[in-house]
């Protein structure tokens, strides 16, 4: 098992940058895949980024692709999203996620989901 805690979040204004943390606990972090995951209000939750194991692969949400970026330390036992150029539509609570195996873009491949931080974006 691996609980996870995001932090990070916050308000910004269009166009500026954050950085999301996602601490994991465990021993066996690395074995995991991770994932980040957004949903605003009354939307369905939205795939943004997910990085395999070592962290040589990476694969972006197109409405993400070239602003964030998704990076993780297995030393640290943390998975980071950094984000640039945000626009209101960035606005949502942002989710990390563990996948045991593969690096799917379908929540409900995730067993194991922090309580998620929220970013909103001012215009």
């Known amino acids: 098992q691996v609980q996870l805690v995001e932090s990070g979040g916050g308000l910004v204004q269009v166009g500026g940058s954050l950085r999301l943390s996602c601490a994991a606990s465990?021993?066996?972090?690395?074995?995991?895949?991770m994932g980040w995951f957004r949903q605003a209000p009354g939307k369905e939750r939205e795939f943004v980024a997910n990085?395999?194991?070592?962290?040589?692969?990476?694969y972006y949400g197109d409405s993400v692709k070239g602003r964030f970026t998704i990076s993780r330390d297995n030393d640290e036992n943390a998975v980071y999203l950094q984000m640039t150029s945000l626009k209101p539509d960035d606005t949502a609570v942002y989710y990390c996620?563990?996948?045991?195996?593969?690096?799917?873009?379908?929540?409900?491949?995730?067993?194991?989901w922090g309580q998620g931080t929220q970013v909103t974006v001012s215009s």
């Open positions: 996620a563990a996948q045991a195996s593969g690096r799917s873009t379908q929540p409900r491949e995730y067993a194991y």
């Open positions: 990085i395999n194991r070592s962290g040589g692969y990476t």
């Open positions: 465990g021993r066996t972090f690395s074995s995991y895949a």
